[in-house]
């Protein structure tokens, strides 16, 4: 069965402090691979999807970037973090090429001081 | 501009009714429409599903209906349990792009089935 795995659980951080959350997907090869957030009181917002290494679409133009190093490794990177960053950040996979639903992890809980 | 809204952001039920959980949306290309379920501190989980094709999914105590014309579906949990309080969210898609997991998301309803 597949799994997804994404660290760490909850993040406190100064602003303009660097940001790296990372996520892997162990049972499947050459998965979709996502970035969402849900800031507060709002729903889920697409940041950034991946369909193969080194491919990354950004959906949002924002202080985030996004890449992966294998296929099945998403990291969600920025350099100086604002306070706007705050939120929930959710990584999520999809079969490639099917119509199927993403399923997610289970979310980092970032908070920019 | 809100694609996918949840107009209701909380439902209180008793335990053994049903639950109706309500989702509009605007844009005429999404054919394929999801429910997600989420509790506190956890990544959403995948419910049920309709295509554009069907007008209703049904899957145990889950159906989902879609009415294409009027751009509304809905989840209706029957019959409702404690353990179905959490937040339901809508989304939708279309078959643009790579696959259907570019989702856009209601902003959620916030389910509290009292025992």
């Known amino acids: 069965s597949q799994t997804i795995h994404q660290w760490p659980a909850t993040l406190v951080q100064p602003v303009g402090s660097p940001l790296s959350l990372e996520c892997t997907v162990e049972?499947?090869?050459?998965?979709?691979l996502y970035w969402y957030r849900q800031a507060a009181g709002r729903g889920l917002q697409l940041l950034f999807y991946?369909?193969?290494?080194?491919?990354i679409s950004s959906e949002v133009p924002q202080n985030l970037s996004a890449s992966r190093p294998q296929d099945r490794q998403f990291i969600l990177s920025s350099k100086k973090l604002l306070l706007s960053d705050s939120g929930f950040y959710l990584c999520?996979?999809?079969?490639?090429?099917?119509?199927?639903?993403?399923?997610f992890g289970n979310g980092t809980r970032l908070t920019v001081t | 501009d809100q694609q996918v809204k949840q107009n209701s952001p909380s439902l209180s039920v008793q335990e053994g009714r049903i639950s109706i959980l309500n989702c509009d949306y605007t844009?005429?290309?999404?054919?394929?429409f999801l429910w997600y379920k989420k509790y506190p501190a956890e990544g959403p989980t995948f419910l049920i599903s309709?295509?554009?094709?069907?007008d209703k999914n049904e899957d145990g105590r889950f159906t989902v209906f879609l009415n294409k014309s009027a751009k509304h579906l809905s989840l209706h949990i029957v019959p409702s349990q404690p353990g179905d309080s959490a937040v339901y969210f809508c989304?939708?898609?279309?078959?643009?792009?790579?696959?259907?997991?570019?989702?856009?998301f209601g902003q959620g309803t916030i389910l509290t089935v009292h025992p």
């Open positions: 989304a939708a898609t279309y078959a643009g792009g790579t696959s259907y997991g570019k989702l856009t």
């Open positions: 999520a996979w999809s079969w490639a090429g099917r119509n199927s639903p993403l399923h």
């Open positions: 049972g499947t090869s050459n998965p979709n």
């Open positions: 844009n005429s290309m999404f054919d394929y």
């Open positions: 309709i295509s554009s094709i069907k």
């Open positions: 991946s369909v193969g290494i080194g491919q």
